[in-house]
């Protein structure tokens, strides 16, 4: 009987060859399908095949889905090190709050171990999954951008010390936050145009409490520079393009992912890849193209295989990415495959592991 792509399940069986539209054999009669076979069939755009009759029998089959997701041990292994700088950047933000400054040698103490972690760790998302478990959103967001700086730097070619002053500076870029009053940081509500002005000064608190600590105008120049924008409309001094730090531009795009993707006291967090397609549209005139390019092609992969909850009440995972619209991928629950480039009504509500 003829079947739609989106209606089989894993354990049907073809009953006729399957070619493609170049005449090419994809999968034999009388195969089996798996998951594998499924997506397979669905990336040569096949939209139906002739199965078998199921046999009348009772017994218990695969709910198709993907065994549970189990965090890798390179994942878990750098958990503490994540733990232990997110403490440390609390520790940090509370003396530059009460002295003005903060311990530089403890930065480095805390990062170094981190950075040689992360080499050939490829699955960042599994990383920020991790890290979002933490609910204080100024210190963990330090660390997410601190990390997410230094993988930008690396796929952009930068050598490893370069990689991780930058990964360092977007640590730090926040830390003049602690000069902001807390009843403004921790209002739920919309700030006032006179409160919004007071956050933005983070920016020059931070370059003078970085300057103190360190003595490196260079890190003292990301955190003034991270929110300025490459169409001039940024802050504090409405930079454009060219006058903007290479270095500033990478820990932006950081910064804005994280930010987006958390929750916030007046705002809670979004899905990743909805985050992802905003930064897309963001990468034409706000954000520099290559690093926000760089970052959505280097973190798709890193979705295939997670779990998610749908808009529609259904649960599965992430099987393969479309072509067609890279935010919107196919998704297996236990019953079908959802194209959600199709199904435009239904969306992803949560990425989980």
């Known amino acids: 009987m003829k079947v ?14 399957v070619f493609n539209h170049s005449g090419v054999l994809i999968l034999d009669k009388e195969k ?92 960042v998302i599994s990383l920020l999954l991790v890290l979002n478990d933490k609910d204080n959103y100024t210190y963990n967001h330090s660390m997410q951008v601190g990390m997410l700086s230094y993988y930008i730097a690396t796929w952009l070619g930068y050598p490893k010390d370069e990689a991780y002053i ?11 936050k602690s000069k902001v009053p807390q009843e403004i940081l921790t209002k739920p509500g919309k700030l006032t145009p006179e409160e919004f002005e007071q956050v933005k000064r983070h920016t020059e608190y931070g370059h003078d409490i970085i300057l103190k600590s360190t003595g490196d105008e260079l890190l ?7 929110h300025e924008r490459e169409d001039g409309s940024g802050y504090p001094h409405g930079l454009s393009e060219k006058e903007i730090h290479p270095y500033a531009k990478i820990t932006a795009v950081a910064d804005v992912y994280t930010a987006m993707t958390s929750n916030r006291v007046y705002q809670s967090k979004q899905e990743f890849l909805t985050v992802l397609r905003e930064l ?70 949560e990425i989980f592991l």
């Open 280 to 349: 897309n549209s963001l990468s034409f005139g706000k954000l520099s193209a290559e690093p926000t390019q760089l970052l959505i092609k280097h973190l798709l992969p890193n979705f295939i295989g997670k779990k998610v909850t749908l808009s529609n009440g259904e649960s599965g995972s992430i099987v393969m990415t479309n072509q067609t619209d890279f935010f919107r991928p196919l998704v297996q629950t236990n019953s079908k495959f959802i194209d959600l480039s199709k199904e435009r009504d239904i969306i992803i509500s």
């Open 220 to 226: 003292a120049l990301i955190a003034l520079q991270h």
């Open 4 to 17: 739609h792509i989106m209606d089989l399940n894993p354990g049907d069986r073809l009953r006729t060859d």
């Open 166 to 176: 930058i990964g360092k500076a977007g640590y730090l870029i926040d830390i003049g």
């Open 32 to 123: 089996e399908l798996t998951n594998e076979s499924i997506v397979k069939l669905l990336q040569h755009g096949i939209d139906y095949i002739d199965i078998l009759p199921q046999p009348t029998v009772v017994t218990e089959v695969d709910n198709g889905f993907t065994s549970p997701m189990m965090l890798s041990d390179q994942v878990l292994h750098v958990k503490p090190s994540f733990d232990k700088a997110i403490d440390g950047f609390e520790l940090m933000f509370l003396e530059a709050l009460s002295t003005g400054s903060f311990d530089n040698s403890q930065v480095d103490e805390v990062l170094e171990p981190i950075v040689n972690q992360l080499v050939g760790q490829k699955d």
